[in-house]
């Protein structure tokens, strides 16, 4: 059985736009196994709607509204927790998470476009860091330097990525 052509745009959409629905589901939760589970079942959802979907519409916007009830039913499920919000805070937050999770992509391809501009030792300690999750006494340790000039270094690193990004994102927007 071949998949239809309307089942294949829906498999390409919910591939492309995957990175910004986990986006969006990390930033409306702030535990980082609630929101793994919560993009699942938006995935499970959006593929037992994925006949409601329209391929001529845009498919994030609609992803999102299908994740912001998936993040609902979980705060609703997780009422016994000490810290649930209220259901029209959670809307509001949603609103801006949704706007900047539509934002990610671009940031994301501008990070990869910048990435390529640090040397090999930059793009190393990152990895270190926050790919193998090495603390920054053991990447000082390893590298023999001291703790400060590490942390110096990565501080340098993320302004020099955060202002070559903005610079990404403003000539081609």
């Not at 059985?1 to 969006?24: G, V």
């Not at 699942?40 to 509204?65: G, M, R, S, Y």
């Not at 040397?119 to 790919?131: A, N, S």
Request: with cysteine; hydrophobic share 40%; proline share 2%.
């Amino acid at each position: 059985m071949t998949p239809s052509q309307d089942d294949t745009r829906f498999i390409e959409a919910l591939t492309r736009h995957q990175a910004a629905l986990e986006a969006f589901c990390h930033a409306n939760l702030a535990n980082r196994e609630d929101a793994r589970e919560v993009l699942q079942a938006t995935c499970v959802k959006l593929w037992q709607k994925a006949a409601d979907w329209n391929p001529d519409t845009e498919f994030l916007p609609w992803a999102f509204t299908v994740a912001r009830f998936t993040i609902l039913s979980h705060y609703r499920d997780q009422k016994r927790d000490r810290l649930v919000f209220d259901e029209d805070v959670i809307k509001a937050m949603a609103d801006e998470v949704e706007e900047a999770a539509t934002a990610f992509d671009t940031r994301r391809e501008a990070l990869a476009k910048c990435m390529k501009k640090l040397d090999q030792r930059q793009r190393g300690l990152l990895h270190d860091h926050y790919t193998v999750s090495q603390s920054l006494r053991e990447i000082a340790k390893a590298s023999g330097r001291s703790l400060s000039a590490v942390k110096m270094s990565l501080l340098r690193i993320r302004q020099q990525l955060s202002a070559c990004i903005e610079r990404e994102i403003r000539t081609n927007p």
